[in-house]
């Protein structure tokens, strides 16, 4: 007798009561199965809808803010080709720009610092103060920093207004200039630091005195 013949006798011997218990049961079973089954296809399709709807908000929002990324883009493209000009000596640049409007600024150069990964960027800033400069003349100065071939700005600024003279100010600013190094210079710098880093570690085994047993 095989599997499916002793289910059917058994359940020829259920009464009518408890038939309808068992087809209850198992009509129960296939609706749960059934129910898992469509909950996980559901959730699958609703994910990658999901997926779909943030893709074409996504397209939307690109080609809504087209102008604006062009913009920044062509910003970033001429920083970028600024970066890669050598800046002038910063505390010579910044005097004579200065003297051309008429401003006497006091420098107070700062340490020259390194950025990127790979110390691809060179930064060097100075800070310069002006004892009662004319609004106008401040501004022109400002003006100029920014003008040139070479990426140098503005990163911080601090202004003290003079009572009773509202077109004189004691103002405090610092300027950066970056530069992009080369390739070759990335090269020759690495190089240079390695060196240093061998000469260290030669000079301390040097230093070490040797240890004898004594008898």
């Not at 080709?81 to 000009?85: E, P, T």
């Given at each position: 007798m095989n599997f499916t013949q002793r289910i059917e006798n058994a359940y020829d011997q259920l009464a009518p009561r408890e038939r309808r218990v068992v087809v209850a049961l198992l009509f129960v079973v296939v609706f749960f199965i059934f129910s898992v089954f469509a909950?996980?296809?559901i959730d699958a399709f609703d994910e990658r809808r999901e997926r779909i709807r943030a893709i074409e908000d996504a397209i939307s929002l690109l080609q809504k803010n087209a102008p604006q990324l062009q913009e920044k883009q062509e910003s970033l493209g001429s920083l970028e080709?600024?970066?890669?000009?050598k800046p002038?000596?910063?505390q010579g640049h910044l005097d004579q720009l200065a003297t051309q409007?008429?401003?006497s600024p006091n420098f107070t150069p700062q340490k020259p610092k390194d950025l990127g990964d790979n110390q691809e960027y060179q930064v060097e800033s100075v800070e310069v103060r002006?004892?009662?400069a004319p609004i106008a003349s401040f501004i022109q100065f400002l003006d100029s920093i920014e003008k040139g071939a070479s990426l140098i700005l503005v990163t911080e600024i601090k202004l003290n207004t003079r009572r009773g003279q509202p077109d004189r100010i004691d103002p405090t600013i610092v300027v950066s200039s970056y530069y992009k190094r080369s390739a070759e210079e990335l090269k020759q710098l690495h190089e240079k630091a390695l060196d240093e880093k061998n000469k260290g570690k030669s000079s301390d085994s040097k230093d070490e005195k040797p240890v004898t047993d004594e008898i």
């Open positions: 909950f996980f296809i080709f600024k970066a890669v000009q002038p000596s910063l409007v008429g401003l002006f004892n009662d």
